[in-house]
Structures are given as structure tokens and as C-alpha cells.
């Protein structure tokens, strides 16, 4: 690529940041399903760390345990089996952040180090994520935890006291995640099996001479193969009992001749009314908790697939050049704005880089931009709800109670639209931090500040390395 292209390519890209198109798309809300079981777990964990840690004294670390337990809002609508080992590599990572976090810390590293330091974690959890395919809040949480440690711990006696904290709050966040399989072990392949129907309606619905036809029908294919590689799991995972054995294989054939009609659908253009119709009570019917599938209107299930193994795949996932290509970008941003914040004067530069982070865990460059402009918004429409709640004489009952309600309600939010996230997030954040001392209703201020500085500099580094290929959905300036 040449320079004047490259040049042209980026100065594109910065005027897709600043488009009126790219904001109105940016702040509206989509549709999302099956939010609520999600929200109430990592709801459940929280409140369990929380309340436990300050019925025994601990609320000096009761933070800390409680981002172990937002381990609980990795992997959503994964099934079970690939869950465990996806949170156990979670719960790992943030344990490595908090405890690089807490020996800076009592080290008294300097700051610029630290933002170095806690930034190549960051680049190192992006690769680590995208390799095992873990969904959720992402390297961030990463950052906070690392910067909360440094915060937490000022001697070596106490780095053992903050691990401890987190290693309780991720056990306890793993064990709600998974404790629905010992209920509904099929779960996550049902409503994986409904979404791909769902999708396969939607390819139907349109007719064939749209211009949309063969972006919903490939979306409709990858849902379909999602779909079985989650029953795949979920039915090939341990289960004790033969007669529970033999149930969840039953269980398993259903659903998979589901997908077999949807592939027959997909391949036999045009879907017929009947067949479309059909597809529509079964979609309706996995959805619900305890809906029954009409086994007589089913054709004979293919062979199971072959369960997807996740560390091998995972293995060549980490020698990817794209990948790790953006874990550089993410952590350079990450030190850049954690460096300017501290050439500003501003008083957390840490938050700084959790929004360089934040900003650039977009799956391409629009999405980055999106990121972007939803948590600035969100940041300052969040932070003016935390001055409200920071300038009142909160104890610490009342403040756990504000938390717990905040990380439902960011759980709930977040599948609709970021900056509804981010508004519940900041005061969220901020509380939590202040749990063993609150804080001055200034760091609302201070949250705004640092995470301008965040997403500005997220957003140049997004546009000055996009590559030719990411033009997708790129709009001019208007």
C-alpha cells in the first residue's frame, strides 16, 4: 500500500467517525432475546461476594471479589461444556492482571509503567479472548482489575489478601454461570437451534430478489453451524446417570433434526409457506422453557458432528496474524492514552486506557467507532447519575444494593444498545471502587475526562492502522 493510500484510507475512516449517519447508528438500539437469565446470574454472583464480604468485615476488598464474579457474564448463550473451560481461562487471566496489578503496586512501580505494563496484558487478554472465542466485557475488565489491585495493595503483604479476593469472586461467578446445566443442560442449544431457525425465516421472508437475500442467507448458514456445534457440546459433555444419558441424546436428535429441516429450507429455494410455517412453531416452542417438539414432524437427524475441541482450535487461533495484529493495536492505544492522560494532568490515566480498550474491542473499524461514541455518551450521562449518587452520604448497605442493581441492569442493557450499558456502568464502577472509602463526587468529573482522552486516541489508532480490506460499512461525512 502506498503512503498517499494509506493517507486517503485513514482520512475516510476519521470522517466515518464523524459522520451524522455513524452516530445515529451508533446510539440506536437493536433488538435482543434471552437477556434475562444472563442478567439474573451475574446479578446472583455479585450479590453473593458482595453481601458475603461485608457480613465478614472484608469490604476494603469486597470490590475486587465482585469483578472475580463478573467472570459470570463471560460466554453468554455458550453451552455448558465449553463454558467451564472458557471461564476457567477468564478467571485465570484476571487473577494474572490483579496480581501484576497488586505487586506494581506495592513495588511502587511508576505510573508510566504501570500504563505500559497493564496495557500489554491488555493487547495479551484481546489475543487470548479471540483465540478460545470468549465473549463478553472483554480485555477491560482486565484493566480494571489490574488497576485495582495496583490501588488495593501498598506492601507485599498485601498482594496474597487481594488475590484471595478474586480468586473467591471468580470461583463463586463460574459456579452460578454453570449451575443451570444441572437443570436445563440442553439450554444454550435450544435457543442456539432457535436462533438459527429464526434466521432461516428471515432469509425466507424477504424473497429472493432483494439485495439483502445473500447477506441473510450467509448469516443463516454460520447460525445454522453455530447451532450445531452447540448441540455437538452439549450433548457430548459428562453426564452422570444412564437414564440422564440417554434423555439428553434424545434431546440432542431433536434438535439436530431442527437443523437438518432448516438446512433443507436453506438449500431448496423458494422455501415453501408450509415448510416456513412449520419452522416457525418449532422456533416458538424452543423458546420456551419447557416447550415439547413435535418429533413426528421431523426428519431423520445426519450424524452428529464430531464435538469441536476448544484448546486445539484454540492453538491455531493464537498463531493468527489478524488477531494478534490488533492485540498491538490495542495495547499502543492503551499505553497512548493512559501516557497523554498522565501529560494532562488527569487524575486517573488508568481509565484512560480502559477506554482506549473498551473502544477498541470492536470486531472492525465501524464497530469501533460505534464503541466509541456509545461510552463517551454513556460516560457522560453516567457520570452525571454518579455525581447524584456520589454527593449522597451512602454507607456501605445502601452502596451494595445500588451496585447490584447497576450490574443487572448493565447485563440487561447490554445486548440492546452500549451507551444504555455505559450510562448504568460508570456509577456502577465508580461506586464499586469507592466501596471501602467512597468517593468525592469529583471523580465523576474525572471518569468524563479520562475517557474522552480513551476513545479519542482509540479511535485515531483504529484509523491510522485500518487495513484496506476494513471498509466495511464505511459512510462519508454528511
Not at 488497576?147 to 461467578?173: E, M, N, Q, R, Y
Not at 448469516?219 to 459433555?237: K, M, N, Q, R, Y
Request: proline content about 5%.
Amino acid at each position: 500500500m502506498t503512503t498517499t493510500t494509506r493517507i486517503r484510507h485513514s482520512g475516510t475512516a476519521l470522517a466515518h467517525a464523524a459522520s451524522a449517519t455513524t452516530w445515529r447508528k451508533s446510539l440506536s438500539p437493536r433488538p435482543a432475546d434471552a437477556v434475562f437469565v444472563p442478567a439474573m446470574k451475574v446479578g446472583i454472583a455479585a450479590s453473593v461476594v458482595l453481601v458475603a464480604g461485608g457480613l465478614t468485615g472484608q469490604q476494603h476488598l469486597v470490590g475486587l471479589a465482585t469483578l472475580g464474579a463478573l467472570v459470570s457474564a463471560f460466554g453468554r448463550y455458550q453451552p455448558y461444556g465449553r463454558l467451564a473451560r472458557q471461564l476457567a481461562v477468564v478467571a485465570a487471566s484476571l487473577l494474572i492482571a490483579t496480581g501484576a496489578g497488586a505487586l506494581m503496586g506495592s513495588a511502587g512501580v511508576e505510573l508510566w509503567m504501570q500504563i505500559a505494563l497493564l496495557s500489554l496484558i491488555a493487547g495479551l487478554a484481546s489475543h487470548t479472548f479471540n483465540a478460545f472465542k470468549i465473549t463478553g466485557p472483554g480485555a477491560v475488565i482486565l484493566v480494571f482489575a489490574a488497576s485495582a489491585g495496583a490501588g488495593t495493595a501498598h506492601s507485599f503483604t498485601d498482594i496474597g489478601p487481594v488475590l484471595l479476593a478474586v480468586f473467591i469472586g471468580a470461583a463463586v461467578g463460574w459456579l452460578i454461570a454453570l449451575a443451570p446445566v444441572i437443570f436445563f443442560p440442553m439450554g444454550p442449544a435450544r435457543l442456539a437451534t432457535a436462533r438459527a431457525i429464526g434466521a432461516v425465516l428471515r432469509w425466507g421472508e424477504i424473497g429472493h430478489s432483494t439485495t439483502q437475500e445473500t447477506e441473510l442467507r450467509q448469516a443463516a448458514l454460520l447460525a445454522v453451524g453455530t447451532a450445531h456445534d452447540s448441540v455437538a457440546i452439549s450433548a457430548s459433555s459428562s453426564v452422570p446417570g444412564k437414564k440422564r444419558a440417554t434423555a439428553l441424546a434424545h434431546r440432542a436428535h431433536a434438535l439436530e433434526s431442527l437443523l437438518a429441516e432448516a438446512s433443507i429450507v436453506l438449500n431448496n429455494e423458494p422455501p415453501t409457506a408450509a415448510r416456513l410455517d412449520g419452522l416457525a412453531r418449532h422456533e416458538a416452542a424452543l423458546r420456551k422453557v419447557r416447550g415439547r417438539l413435535t418429533a413426528t414432524s421431523l426428519p431423520e437427524a445426519p450424524t452428529a458432528p464430531a464435538r469441536p475441541r476448544l484448546f486445539p482450535t484454540a492453538h491455531i487461533a493464537l498463531l493468527s496474524g489478524d488477531s494478534f495484529s490488533q492485540a498491538l493495536r490495542m495495547a499502543a492505544a492503551s499505553a497512548l492514552a493512559g501516557w497523554a492522560a498522565v501529560l494532562l494532568g488527569l487524575e486517573h490515566p488508568l481509565w484512560a486506557s480502559m477506554g482506549a480498550v473498551a473502544a477498541l474491542q470492536g470486531l472492525n473499524y465501524s464497530i469501533t467507532v460505534q464503541r466509541s461514541i456509545q461510552r463517551m455518551v454513556g460516560n457522560v450521562l453516567g457520570a452525571v447519575l454518579a455525581l447524584v449518587l456520589l454527593s449522597m452520604p451512602l454507607g456501605f448497605w445502601p452502596a451494595v444494593v445500588i451496585v447490584i442493581i447497576f450490574v443487572v441492569l448493565a447485563e440487561l442493557l447490554v445486548m440492546t444498545n452500549y451507551t444504555l450499558t455505559t450510562i448504568v456502568v460508570t456509577p456502577m464502577a465508580l461506586i464499586m471502587t469507592g466501596l471501602g472509602a467512597q468517593l468525592a463526587p469529583a471523580a465523576a468529573f474525572a471518569r468524563v475526562g479520562d475517557t474522552l482522552v480513551g476513545v479519542v486516541i482509540g479511535v485515531l489508532v483504529a484509523a491510522l492502522s485500518i487495513s484496506v480490506s476494513d471498509r466495511h460499512h464505511l459512510v462519508a461525512r454528511r
